[in-house]
């Protein structure tokens, strides 16, 4: 079965809205999206469909949003993610991670916590830029306490969860939008033995009854886009064991400051922070013993921030009327 891939080039400002449009549609026709560099000047936004119809409803998306852009649909046959595999990607290094194909590991360095990722439509080889600062946060994480309880949420081709777990995690539950991926992630997680540990599931959000069930979590990744994060930030807090570790990719440097407040007002701390390739990954902790005060400060001053937002709605909604 094919996929398609829409490509566009433009203006940062413009490649980011159509992405961040197509990323919070729901449900999306876009089955993955990708924002980045493009030489010096420009941005290029990749978005990948599952059929043709999706491919050509993700273009007309791209085009309404960004009426300058030129969206080129690609048919990418299967035997191209297979020639991919075997000659285009090398070895991702990630701390004590090698993330890579069958051909690769192969002659792999010894002593390495070895991840095997064949390349497919489901995102997460290790190469992209939040994929790999997720995996660098995490190795981070492991220098100071054990993994434990698990959660992935955007699994993919679940290499998170899947290092996780060949790190000595106790389970792992992963959870995506699109079907495809979470059989994907499934494979691999039989590929790589450690099936009998992980849980995926088609799932949006982080509402899923069986992700409620085996939670708190010790460690949980997100490695989504800016604004579904913000959205998610009250979940992913409760779902967080005290104590425990969240860390969030997917976000452009540039976005840090609105996911940074989303969880900061939750009362998590942020402990660390990996940026590569114009892409950052921020890692926060939940206290041990939730400090009541500070806590209840921080949600009387969301409380005030929305009320203020609703009385300049309701204001200017009057004075249109009036006018």
């Known amino acids: 079965m094919p996929t398609y891939q829409i490509i566009a080039k433009g203006p940062r400002s413009v490649i980011e809205k159509t992405g961040n449009a197509l990323a919070d549609m729901d449900p999306s026709p876009a089955s993955a999206v990708d924002m980045k ?32 852009l030129n969206a080129r ?16 990607l090398p070895p991702v290094r990630a701390g004590r991670f090698i993330v890579a194909g069958s051909h690769a590991l192969a002659t792999a360095s010894p002593g390495k916590t070895s991840v095997l990722i064949e390349a497919g439509p489901a995102f997460g080889t290790g190469h992209h830029g939040t994929t790999l600062g997720c995996l660098l946060a995490f190795q981070r994480v492991l220098n100071k306490r054990r993994a434990g309880r698990v959660l992935d949420l955007g699994t993919g081709s679940g290499v998170l969860a899947i290092a996780a777990l060949k790190a000595g995690a106790d389970f792992a539950v992963g959870t995506d939008i699109d079907k495809d991926s979470v059989h994907v992630a499934r494979e691999n997680a039989l590929k790589n033995s450690v099936a009998s540990k992980f849980r995926a599931l088609h799932a949006s959000g982080a509402r899923h009854a069986t992700v409620r ?39 452009l440097v540039h976005q840090e400051p609105q996911v940074r407040g989303a969880f900061a007002g939750r009362g998590l701390t942020l402990i660390d922070r990996v940026r590569r390739d ?22 009387r001053a969301q409380r005030a921030s929305r009320r203020a937002s609703m009385r300049g709605r309701g204001a200017d909604f009057a004075f249109k009327r009036v006018a």
């Open 37 to 68: 560099e493009d030489g010096r000047s420009g941005w290029r936004l990749d978005v990948y469909a599952n059929s043709l119809e999706e491919a050509f409803g993700c273009a007309g998306i791209m085009e309404l949003v960004g009426p300058d």
């Open 73 to 88: 649909v690609e048919e990418l046959e299967d035997q191209d993610w297979v020639t991919m595999s075997l000659e285009g």
């Open 213 to 251: 069930r085996r939670g708190p979590y010790d460690i949980v990744f997100a490695n989504i886009l800016a604004r579904p994060l913000v959205r998610l930030a009250p979940d992913i807090e409760a779902l967080t064991a005290p104590g425990g570790v969240i860390i969030l990719s997917g976000l």
């Open 278 to 299: 114009g892409w950052s990954t921020l890692v926060f902790r939940k206290p041990k013993v939730v400090d009541l005060k500070a806590y209840r400060a921080a949600r």
